[in-house]
């Protein structure tokens, strides 16, 4: 099971830092994921991290300004973002998946949390 913790109400150019953390299973296993859905639109990838942690892939519009880590010992990843603008507010989900392919995208993964909400004000 995997619960995104860590949102809220941030104003444009702050900085929020998402956790997910995971029961049940250890993270060390899986490909981990963090994906965002804003009302009346669908979930899209945000950024991705390898087993190890030696490989991150991010969404183009979050470039520069997120960074996803992963803390295997303590069976938690990471979501750090930097610069918020208010198109970033969504529900933002972790997910975990068996499988490294790219561009990810939410089929690839089976496992996901309950989100946590993200609200930047311009």
């Known amino acids: 099971q995997l619960q995104a913790s860590g949102g809220g109400l941030v104003q444009a150019g702050g900085s929020l830092r998402l956790s997910c953390a995971a029961s049940?299973?250890?993270?060390?296993?899986?490909?981990m994921g963090w994906f965002r859905q804003a009302p009346g639109k669908e979930r899209e990838f945000v950024a991705v991290?390898?087993?190890?942690?030696?490989?991150?892939d991010y969404a183009d519009s979050v470039k520069g300004r997120f960074t996803i880590s992963r803390d295997n010992a303590k069976n938690r990843v990471y979501l750090q973002m930097n610069s918020l603008k208010p198109e970033d507010t969504a529900v933002y989900f972790c997910?975990?998946?068996?499988?490294?392919?790219?561009?990810?995208?939410?089929?690839?993964?089976?496992?996901w949390g309950q989100g946590t909400q993200v609200t930047v004000s311009s």
């Open positions: 997910a975990a998946s068996t499988v490294w392919v790219l561009p990810a995208s939410p089929a690839r993964f089976g496992s």
């Open positions: 991290i390898k087993w190890s942690g030696d490989y991150r």
């Open positions: 049940g299973r250890t993270i060390s296993g899986y490909v």
